[in-house]
């Protein structure tokens, strides 16, 4: 009986199912996840063979393909996508004389077949084409002024080792001569998707367990995300986007230190994870849980000293050059900064005032979800506060590359699991690539003039600002929350799930106190 009504609900209520409907009654109504019934765009998909599932279906009985691997092969297919995607950048061609190269860019090939990635030049620019230790190497290149400026490893040290044994990796593979031969660089290429490909599916695991069984197909969206397609081999990202899930899987699972150990390694690759932890300290405040916040904090930054320490000990130039540059390099072309400066009269800013006016408004961000999740008339859910802050942070950043829109998709699924909307955005954002591809080509080769790029990333802004609302309209009316409908209160909060306040929110609310809001 599909629901008339896109409420984006995939987890279902007793009363929602036909009678008979063949759940394995050990695990009982409520604790199975059937989208075919509570899901209009399954419901409308199945049609095609046979409808919803059926009044007498043994739900719960099949031994092999269990939810978690449908997911998994869900996400495998669209990693494949992906992968095809970039393949047209990792074409081996002969030049006149018979020597074998990359059509990388015969023709502006990168941006007219949209297959660029910054894996492939990274490879010789970052001189791991020459078999040397990142951070300890150096080279001199011309600087934002025209004047030499020495340079090193531009990327956080896990990010960095990732790359080195990844070229490790395939100089061994082309010292062997058994095996299959390629340019080198392809098969770095191939080297680090595979990785990159391991570290989504762990992304897909770890959500999918936070979520649990009763609403683990909200989880196929992060598996079959048009995100996905465009950007996973884009650059390193998915495995900041497999340590930032396993931190949150850690969590709710009530081991707070060891999911700071996972934040401190996800903020090793990509700095982002650590500022989850700031929802938490909040509401770990707001329900009188500072005791796991504290072991998740102190975990986060020992691992993620322990790991930076030996490189800033050793190589400290090199280890700084990471901070440098983001210290150093101005706005993004798909920052709100470049949208402004292209779309209207205003100049822009220099560097140092662009950083202190993005500093600025990201501490008003935090400052907002702070208040959120303080006043809030019942406890928000911990990952509508991490996408709120997330998704804050990207947009008034001066840096927002396309592939950290993938940071957003599991929070997004967590905090919002409407299918519809959550596709919308998707591929709003995904296609942002096609003009962001067509203005690089530039208009003397036939590309777009900026505007037409910038115009785009201004819609997708606009839809994570929606998402925003949508998410801060669960927060204030739980109600109308899909995750809570049951009676759940909050599959990743850990300790906090069902967890009473401890400081009333109705003494900032309205300036009185009242008994603590009630959980359910």
Partial sequence: MPDSTDTGEVGAEPADLPPGSGIDPAVGVTDRDLPSHTD???????????????????????????????????????LALGWFTKAACIQQTRDDNGN????????????VAMCYTDIVPLYSAERLDQGLFPYKTSWVEDGPDGEPQVRYMEYPVLSGLYQYVSMVITKAWMSIPW??????????????????????????????L???RRRIWDIAIVACSPLVIVHAFTNFDTLATAAMAIGILLWARRKPALAGVALGVGAALKMYPVFLLGPLLILAWRTGNMRAWVQAFTAALL????????????FPAGWRE?????RERGMDPDSIYNVVRSLTPWSGMDVPLLNAVSLIAFVLVCAAVAVVAATAPRRPRVASLMFLLLAGF???????SP?????????????????????????????????????????????????WFTTTVAIRDIAVLVLCGLVLRTIYRPEVDPVRRDGTDDPAGGVLDGAPDVHDPSVLRRGRSRHPAPIG
């Fill in 100 to 111: 074998l190269g990359l059509n990388w860019s015969d023709g502006s090939r990168q941006y």
């Fill in 403 to 451: 592939q950290y829109s993938l940071w957003l998709v599991p929070l997004a699924v967590l905090a919002l699991p409407h299918t519809r909307i959550l596709l919308a955005w998707m591929a709003i954002d995904a296609l942002v690539w096609v003009p962001r591809m067509m203005y690089y080509l530039g208009p003397e080769n036939k590309g777009l003039p900026i505007q």
């Fill in 322 to 326: 990471f901070f440098r540059l983001n």
């Fill in 210 to 212: 936070v979520a649990g």
């Fill in 394 to 400: 990207l947009l008034v950043n001066k840096v927002w």
């Fill in 40 to 78: 209009p765009i399954v419901a409308d998909l199945s049609s095609t063979i046979g409808g919803p599932v059926g009044a007498h279906a043994q739900i719960g009985r099949q031994r092999f393909w269990t939810p978690m691997r449908v997911l998994l092969l869900f996400g495998v297919i669209f």
């Fill in 303 to 314: 691992t993620w000293a322990l790991v930076n320490l030996p490189i800033a000990v050793a």
């Fill in 179 to 208: 095996t299959p031969k390629a340019l080198e660089v392809v098969v770095y290429f191939n080297v680090v998707a595979l990785g990159a490909a391991f570290a989504w599916l762990v992304t897909i695991w770890a959500t999918a």
